[in-house]
């Protein structure tokens, strides 16, 4: 893969089937703030380079990139008319939020993709506190390579900020990666690379933290921040560091860890990690958020300006986030077992799957768009992998048996880590995005406690559109 450069755009890096529609789009008159998806432009190069043009969300009057925080508090609805003034339908999905089924946005399955010039209301209840994000569901291989991501923000109902041992401020850093031209445009053409699909994904030549080539931050020294990170990359794994700041992993996902030291901090697409930092003390005056691109090279995407007096020390501790107290245990005694099979892609491929009702072999599956499979079926959505009676636990056994790891989502529930193989997760964390490393299984349990059709996929979304893509019912 290639590096990044530190101050130029880099040169190119790498080389849903439908189930019922649940609900339709909404015209009727809404009293909803309007979130809008629209063409905007975005100034994603270094300065010297042109504005790129992209899609974005506005709840004003102008879209911009990532799209605008939305931020609440825990128990808080969340309610947007979305208005689509795309070329192409769209849809809006909440990510890790535990919503009811129909305001999930993930079209086909929960509602129509809705139609350029049509509107859908959204509007739903927020339970969990945490760092939690927003993009399009519908060609999202597509759409949120063009900027339809926002961040989502649920805030605890109990303070934290400001106790001790807790941070004082905190800063919102949403990563995205862009696979642009010499003239910082989009590349277009390459929605549809299967190549880069049965390899690691559509991978990007630039990285941006908050839409901006390497960002400066200001930060006092020795000051405690709080960092809400967000890979909302269509398939970049993002392995990170913060030197000389001390970082300490609070939280993953939106659900609080025990406060632990992360030297390194890696991220699959869809994965959040909120992170403390104590400014340095050294007499330096700067500090990098660093990332590795794949080969080995830690690069800096970002900088934090030291500048002030230095505040009374804080101590080393740091003061966990407060418990969600929402979220139902797994009964472990007698649950419901099920497997989740991860085959395809290139440098060992898959014998055959089914596509479509028919079974193939893996060169017409190629021909149809199709290189991933679960459990031996490509883009299962004519019916539901597994089936869970509301309130049984669920305990599932994901292995990869590809040459390329994957980051594997649940909507509408978060799970709890059993057992893993490989270093990319921890016994106990509680997620909604697992990263599953080539030849690794990872076992999670759940309670299936939220009703209706929900998918689970691979998030890094070339993979996918190529077949990795399947829903279970909670009934």
């Given at each position: 893969?290639?590096?990044?450069?530190?101050?130029?755009?880099?040169?190119?890096?790498?080389?849903?089937?439908?189930?019922?529609?649940?609900?339709?789009?909404?015209?009727?008159?809404?009293?909803?703030?309007?979130?809008?998806?629209?063409p905007a432009s975005?100034?994603?190069?270094p300065a010297g380079?042109?504005a790129t043009p992209?899609?974005?969300?506005?709840?004003?009057?102008?879209?911009?990139?990532?799209?605008?925080?939305?931020?609440?508090?825990?128990?808080?609805?969340?309610?947007?008319?979305?208005?689509?003034?795309?070329?192409?339908?769209?849809?809006?999905?909440?990510?890790?939020?535990?919503?009811?089924?129909?305001?999930?946005?993930?079209?086909?399955?929960?509602?129509?993709?809705?139609?350029?010039?049509?509107?859908?209301?959204?509007?739903?209840?927020?339970?969990?506190?945490?760092?939690?994000?927003?993009?399009?569901?519908?060609?999202?291989?597509?759409?949120?390579?063009?900027?339809?991501?926002?961040?989502?923000?649920?805030?605890?109902?109990?303070?934290?900020?400001?106790?001790?041992?807790?941070?004082?401020?905190?800063?919102?850093?949403?990563?995205?990666?862009?696979?642009?031209?010499?003239?910082?445009?989009?590349?277009?053409?390459?929605?549809?690379?299967?190549?880069?699909?049965?390899?690691?994904?559509?991978?990007?030549?630039?990285?941006?933290?908050?839409?901006?080539?390497?960002?400066?931050?200001?930060?006092?020294?020795?000051?405690?921040?709080?960092?809400?990170?967000?890979?909302?990359?269509?398939?970049?794994?993002?392995?990170?560091?913060?030197?000389?700041?001390?970082?300490?992993?609070?939280?993953?996902?939106?659900?609080?860890?025990?406060?632990?030291?992360?030297?390194?901090?890696?991220?699959?697409?869809?994965?959040?990690?909120?992170?403390?930092?104590?400014?340095?003390?050294?007499?330096?005056?700067?500090?990098?958020?660093?990332?590795?691109?794949?080969?080995?090279?830690?690069?800096?995407?970002?900088?934090?300006?030291?500048?002030?007096?230095?505040?009374?020390?804080?101590?080393?501790?740091?003061?966990?986030?407060?418990?969600?107290?929402?979220?139902?245990?797994?009964?472990?005694?007698?649950?419901?077992?099920?497997?989740?099979?991860?085959?395809?892609?290139?440098?060992?491929?898959?014998?055959?799957?089914?596509?479509?009702?028919?079974?193939?072999?893996?060169?017409?599956?190629?021909?149809?768009?199709?290189?991933?499979?679960?459990?031996?079926?490509?883009?299962?959505?004519?019916?539901?992998?597994?089936?869970?009676?509301?309130?049984?636990?669920?305990?599932?056994?994901?292995?990869?048996?590809?040459?390329?790891?994957?980051?594997?989502?649940?909507?509408?529930?978060?799970?709890?880590?059993?057992?893993?193989?490989?270093?990319?997760?921890?016994?106990?964390?509680?997620?909604?995005?697992?990263?599953?490393?080539?030849?690794?299984?990872?076992?999670?349990?759940?309670?299936?406690?939220?009703?209706?059709?929900?998918?689970?996929?691979?998030?890094?979304?070339?993979?996918?559109?190529?077949?990795?893509?399947?829903?279970?019912?909670?009934?």
């Amino acid at each position: 893969m290639t590096s990044l450069s530190r101050r130029s755009v880099l040169k190119g890096a790498a080389a849903l089937g439908g189930t019922s529609l649940l609900s339709a789009p909404s015209f009727a008159n809404s009293s909803l703030p309007v979130l809008r998806a629209a063409p905007a432009s975005a100034q994603l190069a270094p300065a010297g380079y042109p504005a790129t043009p992209v899609w974005a969300y506005a709840t004003g009057a102008e879209g911009r990139v990532p799209g605008p925080e939305i931020r609440l508090t825990a128990g808080d609805r969340v309610g947007y008319r979305l208005v689509n003034k795309l070329p192409q339908p769209t849809a809006v999905h909440w990510h890790g939020i535990r919503i009811e089924n129909a305001m999930d946005g993930a079209a086909p399955l929960t509602q129509a993709p809705v139609p350029p010039g049509a509107g859908f209301d959204y509007d739903f209840l927020a339970p969990d506190p945490g760092t939690y994000w927003y993009h399009s569901h519908n060609r999202s291989t597509e759409q949120v390579a063009r900027g339809l991501a926002g961040p989502l923000i649920v805030e605890d109902r109990e303070p934290w900020l400001g106790e001790a041992g807790a941070a004082t401020r905190e800063l919102v850093l949403v990563l995205d990666d862009w696979l642009l031209d010499r003239d910082a445009g989009i590349m277009e053409d390459r929605w549809d690379d299967l190549h880069a699909a049965s390899h690691g994904g559509r991978m990007g030549n630039t990285v941006t933290v908050n839409g901006a080539a390497y960002p400066e931050m200001d930060i006092q020294p020795g000051e405690r921040v709080r960092l809400r990170v967000i890979n909302t990359a269509t398939d970049r794994i993002m392995p990170l560091s913060l030197p000389q700041l001390s970082p300490r992993l609070i939280a993953l996902d939106g659900h609080p860890v025990t406060p632990r030291e992360s030297e390194t901090l890696v991220l699959g697409p869809a994965q959040r990690a909120d992170v403390v930092i104590d400014g340095r003390t050294d007499g330096e005056t700067r500090a990098g958020l660093l990332l590795d691109p794949g080969n080995g090279e830690w690069v800096e995407i970002a900088g934090f300006n030291h500048s002030g007096d230095t505040p009374a020390s804080r101590g080393s501790d740091v003061r966990p986030l407060p418990a969600w107290g929402t979220l139902a245990a797994p009964d472990l005694s007698d649950p419901q077992r099920e497997r989740l099979l991860m085959e395809g892609g290139a440098m060992r491929g898959m014998r055959e799957a089914r596509f479509g009702g028919e079974a193939m072999g893996f060169r017409e599956l190629a021909a149809n768009g199709m290189v991933w499979a679960f459990n031996g079926i490509a883009n299962g959505m004519d019916k539901p992998i597994f089936q869970a009676a509301l309130g049984r636990t669920v305990r599932m056994e994901m292995t990869n048996q590809s040459m390329f790891p994957h980051a594997i989502h649940l909507h509408g529930h978060h799970f709890t880590v059993l057992r893993q193989s490989g270093a990319a997760n921890m016994e106990g964390d509680v997620r909604d995005t697992v990263l599953i490393g080539a030849d690794e299984t990872v076992e999670v349990a759940f309670v299936a406690d939220n009703p209706g059709q929900w998918m689970i996929h691979c998030h890094m979304l070339s993979h996918q559109k190529s077949g990795m893509m399947a829903w279970f019912e909670v009934a």
